[in-house]
């Protein structure tokens, strides 16, 4: 490696060692971290094709079964979430990153031999969607081991570039596998088509075998190149300090408006569009909207680090309040009328808001903490001043990543409104009144606790 894989010495807050040594490391961490990430989110997000493309291959699920397989990756990632969140500091992060990389390849490989078989039993499925969670689990440990690596100044920057880049891996998905499922890319080893297809040979098996090489090199490179800082170093008791602290609750709730949203319409919108516009192939158009939202993100991180967070996601929010309603505007009603074109561009316009939404919230959340002990130092000696600094630098991580775990439950909640919604209803419309309400309420918290004159925590 040319160095220690364990580096003791770690001050980013000073510019001369961020000069000196600080930012070649940083950077080389993000961008080993960052394909990672990406990895991550395909195998989490895998049943968002695979479901809509698993009656082809001869199996006979319902349509409320195959919203519980898109839903059921969400749920499962953001609980992991909630455990990964506190791993970097327990383990390290290199250590961490190359272990649960290699986790992913457990769902990636029980796929691609489960769906060869039409008389697989749907709990098989159940199984698998719930082990492609640990795809979702990786976001926290990854996003908290990238903010021990840069200062606070350029904490928007990293978190926006390491989140917006790893989101790319939903669009990924949603791009690549309905090409590769055409052809028997990995030959007679990997088995032949499915009979059930009908019409073009349908290959499904490779949605899971495709990623299994990229694995592997994955985590070579994190072993390998990444590093574990005794500086992040932490005991449970030092991060679990957060769950008395009132803004880790309160950024949790805007992280399920803005992650929770990306996630969440990413997993549902190949099936929405199925059920609600029958004549279009959802495929065609999935993943354009993760693409754009994962770019997106870090622009609002780069943008929140420019105005601030909190101004930033007050109109994110107001801008997800009316994205909405457009598209309750752009929707068939009982089966009539409707204009899937006009559905599509403000399904993308909330996409590039809510990956703006991403960076921006990420960035509110150092700067809360930071003015949080700067505050209970007052009046600290220098050693008491640097130990508020350290503990800061440990919740702001242990909040980055727990706000991502319940944020992902909205990659759960949304896809199973829109299935109850339909099946109570026959239509997605009263779980977007819900969706509008929930804005409505992030909205009301970025103003009264970050934004209004004399907010408690501006930032």
Same mark, same amino acid.
């Given at each position: 490696?040319?160095?220690?894989?364990?580096?003791?010495?770690?001050?980013?807050?000073?510019?001369?060692?961020?000069q000196?040594?600080?930012?070649?490391?940083?950077?080389?961490?993000?961008?080993?971290?960052?394909?990672?990430?990406?990895?991550?989110?395909?195998?989490?997000?895998?049943? =968002?094709?695979?479901?809509?493309?698993?009656?082809?291959a001869?199996?006979?699920?319902t349509?409320?079964?195959?919203?519980?397989?898109?839903?059921?990756?969400?749920?499962?990632?953001?609980?992991?979430?909630?455990?990964?969140?506190?791993?970097?500091?327990?383990?390290?992060?290199?250590?961490?990153?190359?272990?649960?990389?290699?986790?992913?390849?457990?769902?990636?490989?029980?796929?691609?031999?489960? #769906?060869?078989d039409?008389?697989?039993?749907?709990?098989?499925?159940?199984?698998?969607?719930?082990?492609?969670?640990?795809?979702?689990?990786?976001?926290?440990?990854?996003?908290?081991?990238?903010?021990?690596?840069?200062?606070?100044?350029?904490?928007?920057?990293a978190?926006?570039?390491?989140?917006?880049?790893?989101?790319l891996?939903?669009? &990924?998905?949603?791009?690549?596998?309905? !090409?590769?499922?055409?052809?028997?890319?990995?030959?007679?080893?990997?088995?032949?088509?499915?009979?059930? =297809?009908?019409?073009?040979?349908?290959?499904?098996?490779?949605?899971?075998?495709?990623?299994?090489?990229?694995?592997?090199?994955?985590?070579?490179?994190?072993?390998?190149?990444?590093?574990?800082?005794?500086?992040?170093?932490?005991?449970?008791?030092?991060?679990?300090? +957060?769950?008395?602290?009132?803004?880790?609750?309160?950024?949790?709730?805007?992280y399920?408006?803005?992650?929770?949203?990306?996630?969440?319409?990413?997993?549902?919108?190949?099936?929405?569009?199925?059920?609600?516009?029958?004549?279009?192939?959802?495929?065609?158009?999935?993943?354009?909207?993760?693409? #754009?939202?994962?770019?997106?993100?870090?622009?609002?991180?780069?943008?929140?680090?420019?105005?601030?967070?909190?101004?930033?996601?007050?109109?994110?929010?107001?801008?997800?309040?009316?994205?909405?309603?457009?598209?309750?505007?752009?929707?068939?009603?009982n089966?009539?009328?409707?204009?899937?074109?006009?559905?599509?561009?403000?399904s993308?316009?909330?996409?590039? #808001?809510?990956?703006?939404?991403?960076g921006?919230?990420?960035?509110m959340i150092?700067?809360?903490?930071?003015?949080?002990?700067?505050?209970?130092?007052?009046?600290?000696?220098?050693?008491?001043?640097?130990?508020?600094?350290?503990?800061?630098?440990?919740e702001?991580?242990?909040?980055v990543?727990f706000?991502?775990?319940?944020?992902?439950?909205?990659?759960?909640? +949304?896809?199973?409104?829109?299935?109850?919604?339909?099946? +109570? &209803?026959?239509?997605?419309?009263?779980?977007?009144?819900?969706?509008?309400?929930?804005?409505?309420?992030?909205?009301?918290? &970025?103003?009264?606790?970050?934004l209004?004159?004399? !907010?408690e925590?501006p930032?």
């Amino acid at each position: 490696m040319g160095q220690s894989a364990e580096i003791t010495k770690w001050d980013i807050e000073d510019p001369s060692f961020w000069q000196a040594d600080g930012s070649r490391i940083a950077t080389r961490n993000l961008w080993i971290s960052i394909p990672a990430l990406l990895l991550a989110f395909a195998v989490w997000m895998l049943f =968002s094709v695979v479901a809509v493309n698993l009656n082809r291959a001869g199996f006979d699920f319902t349509t409320d079964q195959l919203f519980w397989l898109t839903a059921l990756p969400a749920l499962s990632g953001a609980t992991l979430r909630i455990f990964y969140s506190f791993m970097v500091p327990l383990f390290g992060g290199r250590r961490w990153t190359a272990v649960s990389t290699t986790l992913l390849a457990i769902p990636a490989a029980w796929l691609g031999i489960a #769906v060869q078989d039409p008389a697989t039993p749907y709990w098989h499925f159940v199984a698998i969607a719930i082990l492609c969670g640990l795809g979702g689990g990786n976001f926290a440990s990854s996003m908290a081991n990238i903010s021990f690596f840069y200062p606070k100044k350029m904490q928007g920057y990293a978190l926006g570039m390491n989140a917006g880049l790893g989101n790319l891996g939903v669009s &990924t998905v949603q791009f690549l596998v309905p !090409a590769v499922v055409t052809a028997g890319l990995f030959g007679a080893w990997a088995g032949g088509p499915q009979a059930g =297809s009908g019409g073009a040979p349908l290959y499904l098996q490779n949605a899971g075998f495709i990623w299994l090489p990229l694995i592997a090199a994955s985590v070579l490179a994190a072993w390998f190149g990444m590093h574990d800082l005794a500086s992040a170093r932490s005991s449970f008791n030092e991060q679990a300090t +957060i769950f008395r602290r009132k803004h880790n609750w309160l950024m949790c709730w805007l992280y399920v408006g803005t992650f929770g949203s990306f996630i969440g319409f990413s997993a549902a919108f190949p099936l929405l569009v199925k059920t609600q516009f029958p004549g279009v192939d959802p495929l065609r158009y999935a993943f354009l909207g993760p693409l #754009v939202g994962a770019l997106a993100r870090p622009v609002g991180g780069w943008l929140a680090d420019k105005m601030g967070g909190a101004a930033l996601t007050f109109w994110v929010f107001a801008l997800m309040v009316a994205g909405v309603v457009m598209k309750l505007y752009f929707l068939p009603h009982n089966g009539v009328g409707g204009s899937f074109g006009g559905f599509l561009a403000m399904s993308i316009a909330m996409f590039v #808001v809510a990956g703006i939404g991403n960076g921006s919230t990420f960035r509110m959340i150092p700067v809360i903490f930071r003015q949080l002990h700067e505050r209970l130092a007052a009046g600290a000696d220098d050693a008491g001043k640097a130990a508020a600094q350290r503990q800061a630098g440990i919740e702001s991580a242990a909040v980055v990543g727990f706000s991502s775990a319940i944020g992902a439950y909205g990659g759960f909640f +949304i896809p199973k409104s829109y299935g109850s919604s339909i099946a +109570i &209803t026959g239509g997605p419309e009263a779980a977007y009144y819900g969706f509008i309400a929930f804005y409505l309420s992030c909205l009301a918290i &970025t103003w009264w606790w970050y934004l209004r004159r004399g !907010a408690e925590a501006p930032c």
